[in-house]
């Protein structure tokens, strides 16, 4: 209840601006008081997790588009429009006013009453648990996962599957190539992956949570996940630069085999890394060489073991990189959403903008072009001998030739 | 605890009422555009309530949408309303019924 009193606050501010706008006299007032509701609802979006729309809402609403109306406002000096005389059309059309407030009555009844009285109110979602595969099987070139008997994944040595959803509850996950069966709870909400590992044709499934909400800024989250049902404990430790001696680290220490690690966040950059025998920090059982740490993902490394060309074992590193899912809300998550599933109508409202842009023009502009025209016009049909003069300065016509006056004769 | 959705979109539903009135009483063009306005802020209001209950951020995009496109719709009426005001000297609408050239 922490939350309610500040919108119930703000609710009343807003309904109460929105009443006033309606009955206030003054168009300018009226313009001010919805200034008002719509930074009341900007307020309510940041209540609603939704900081990017607020501020849209105040830079757009509150200030672009109201800006325009109080300039229109002020331009046709039309304040008080509203209160000059009823005219006839109120007279013949003296019952709308009472029908209006009726409609819109039952309209706020109409969806009121289901919302306030029904049962539970609006159904909430089951949050989906989302689920992929990661094939880090040695001998098997692809494998195909099976949840309840349907295939969800087909995959590539080597690689990871993306997130499929299934319903939250119990689940037997198998391979398609047969072998055992395993029966898994999903939580709602829950994001897992399935890793294929061991070597021989059966390799075995095991089940692993995973984090991915937003990282902090230039960092990804790295996972070390000991898939080698076979390896010694191991440490996952950090080289440092090759110009200084001795400053190597230990990022993840002694992790068990079937174990993965408690998230470590690491910033980006490229680092050296290596897998290391959790005994015997010189025993490298795997070296990441440069490794990239790139911003905003969520790593996994999983230790496996890896076949090689004289037909034996020798341990490997797997690393799959996922981008970490943006706060629900944010700058960054609209814009991934903006960018790909609403590309296509964000362009056309971007025509749309520029198709109203040129509208707006077209409409006012048409009558002053009118009177330039006449203007030009004007001043064109002086003589010429005028515009002359008054741009020489003196008068540049000679006077015409005239016969000598009778004194002049005379002499 | 957050507030419940009902209340937001019953918030909503108020605000969108309230607009609708505007639209079918008042006599003024300016504040009729004002109105359409506030019910338009009302369904953002209902459009960011929901994206938070399904815990998608579809309905922030919608809403998104709603306010590029309501600029433009203001910028063309109040286009209008000035090209009307000059030839007219009046922005009231029952004096706009004629169709006439």
Same mark, same amino acid.
């Given at each position: 209840?922490?939350?309610?009193?500040?919108?119930?606050?703000?609710?009343?501010?807003?309904?109460?601006?929105?009443?006033?706008?309606?009955?206030?006299?003054?168009?300018?007032?009226?313009?001010?008081?919805?200034?008002?509701?719509?930074?009341?609802?900007?307020?309510?979006?940041?209540?609603?997790?939704?900081?990017?729309?607020?501020?849209?809402?105040?830079?757009?609403?509150?200030?672009?588009?109201?800006?325009?109306?109080?300039?229109?406002?002020?331009?046709?000096?039309?304040?008080?429009?509203?209160?000059?005389?009823?005219?006839?059309?109120?007279?013949?059309?003296?019952?709308?006013?009472?029908?209006?407030?009726?409609?819109?009555?039952?309209?706020?009844?109409?969806?009121?009453?289901?919302?306030?009285?029904?049962?539970?109110?609006?159904?909430?979602?089951?949050?989906?648990?989302?689920?992929?595969?990661?094939?880090?099987?040695?001998?098997?070139?692809?494998?195909?996962?099976?949840?309840?008997?349907?295939?969800?994944?087909?995959?590539?040595?080597?690689?990871?599957?993306?997130?499929?959803?299934?319903?939250?509850?119990?689940?037997?996950?198998?391979?398609?190539?047969?072998?055992?069966?395993?029966?898994?709870?999903?939580?709602?909400?829950?994001?897992?992956?399935?890793?294929?590992?061991?070597?021989?044709?059966?390799?075995?499934?095991?089940?692993?949570?995973?984090?991915?909400?937003?990282?902090?800024?230039?960092?990804?989250?790295?996972?070390?996940?000991?898939?080698?049902?076979?390896?010694?404990?191991?440490?996952?430790?950090?080289?440092?630069?090759?110009?200084?001696?001795?400053?190597?680290?230990?990022?993840?220490?002694?992790?068990?085999?079937?174990?993965?690690?408690?998230?470590?966040?690491?910033?980006?950059?490229?680092?050296?890394?290596?897998?290391?025998?959790?005994?015997?920090?010189?025993?490298?059982?795997?070296?990441?060489?440069?490794?990239?740490?790139?911003?905003?993902?969520?790593?996994?490394?999983?230790?496996?073991?890896?076949?090689?060309?004289?037909?034996?074992?020798?341990?490997?590193?797997?690393?799959?990189?996922?981008?970490?899912?943006?706060?629900?809300?944010?700058?960054?998550?609209?814009?991934?959403?903006?960018?790909?599933?609403?590309?296509?109508?964000?362009?056309?409202?971007?025509?749309?903008?520029?198709?109203?842009?040129?509208?707006?023009?077209?409409?006012?502009?048409?009558?002053?072009?009118?009177?330039?025209?006449?203007?030009?016009?004007?001043?064109?049909?002086?003589?010429?001998?005028?515009?002359?003069?008054?741009?020489?300065?003196?008068?540049?016509?000679?006077?015409?030739?005239?016969?000598?006056?009778?004194?002049?004769?005379?002499? | 605890?957050?507030?419940?959705?009902?209340?937001?979109?019953?918030?909503?539903?108020? *605000? +969108?009422?309230?607009?609708?009135?505007? #639209?079918?009483?008042?006599?003024? !063009?300016?504040? $009729?555009?004002?109105? @359409?306005?506030?019910?338009?802020?009302?369904?953002?209001?209902?459009?960011?309530?929901?994206?938070?209950?399904?815990?998608?951020?579809?309905?922030? *995009? +919608?809403?998104?949408?709603?306010?590029? #496109?309501?600029?433009?719709?203001? !910028?063309?009426? $109040?286009?209008?309303? @000035?090209?009307?005001?000059?030839?007219?000297?009046?922005?009231?609408?029952?004096?706009?019924?004629?169709?006439?050239?």
């Amino acid at each position: 209840m922490v939350e309610f009193w500040p919108f119930a606050i703000v609710g009343a501010i807003a309904v109460a601006a929105a009443v006033l706008m309606l009955l206030s006299e003054n168009a300018v007032h009226s313009a001010l008081f919805l200034i008002v509701v719509m930074a009341c609802i900007a307020f309510l979006f940041l209540m609603l997790n939704a900081p990017f729309l607020a501020m849209v809402q105040l830079a757009v609403y509150a200030g672009a588009i109201m800006v325009l109306f109080l300039f229109v406002i002020m331009l046709l000096g039309a304040e008080r429009v509203a209160s000059a005389d009823p005219g006839e059309g109120k007279q013949r059309f003296r019952w709308f006013t009472p029908a209006a407030v009726v409609v819109t009555v039952l309209l706020l009844f109409s969806v009121g009453t289901p919302l306030l009285l029904g049962e539970g109110g609006i159904p909430t979602p089951p949050a989906q648990p989302q689920v992929r595969v990661i094939n880090a099987a040695s001998d098997v070139e692809a494998v195909s996962v099976l949840a309840d008997g349907e295939v969800i994944a087909d995959v590539p040595q080597g690689e990871a599957s993306p997130f499929v959803t299934l319903p939250a509850g119990e689940h037997t996950i198998s391979l398609a190539s047969g072998g055992e069966a395993t029966t898994v709870t999903l939580e709602p909400g829950s994001v897992q992956s399935i890793v294929v590992a061991g070597a021989g044709n059966q390799p075995t499934l095991s089940l692993l949570a995973q984090d991915m909400s937003e990282v902090p800024d230039r960092t990804s989250r790295v996972v070390l996940y000991n898939a080698d049902p076979e390896a010694n404990p191991i440490s996952l430790v950090d080289f440092g630069s090759p110009l200084v001696e001795d400053d190597t680290r230990v990022l993840i220490a002694d992790l068990a085999a079937g174990e993965a690690s408690e998230p470590i966040i690491a910033s980006e950059g490229t680092t050296d890394w290596a897998v290391v025998d959790a005994a015997d920090n010189e025993n490298v059982l795997y070296d990441l060489p440069e490794y990239q740490v790139e911003r905003g993902n969520s790593d996994l490394l999983i230790l496996t073991r890896q076949r090689i060309f004289d037909g034996s074992l020798r341990p490997f590193v797997l690393p799959v990189v996922t981008l970490a899912n943006p706060t629900f809300g944010s700058p960054r998550a609209i814009g991934y959403e903006l960018f790909t599933t609403y590309l296509l109508p964000f362009q056309m409202v971007a025509v749309l903008l520029l198709a109203a842009m040129v509208g707006v023009i077209v409409l006012t502009h048409r009558e002053t072009d009118k009177s330039r025209r006449r203007m030009g016009r004007r001043r064109v049909s002086r003589p010429l001998a005028n515009v002359i003069a008054a741009q020489v300065g003196t008068e540049s016509v000679e006077p015409p030739a005239q016969l000598p006056d009778a004194e002049t004769v005379g002499k | 605890m957050p507030v419940q959705t009902e209340a937001y979109v019953m918030l909503s539903m108020v *605000l +969108f009422v309230l607009g609708a009135l505007g #639209v079918l009483l008042k006599r003024n !063009a300016i504040l $009729l555009f004002m109105s @359409v306005e506030l019910m338009l802020n009302a369904t953002n209001l209902a459009l960011a309530a929901f994206a938070r209950h399904w815990g998608q951020v579809d309905g922030h *995009l +919608f809403a998104f949408f709603v306010i590029t #496109v309501a600029a433009a719709e203001v !910028a063309v009426g $109040l286009a209008l309303i @000035v090209a009307i005001f000059r030839t007219k000297r009046s922005i009231n609408i029952d004096e706009l019924h004629q169709m006439e050239g």
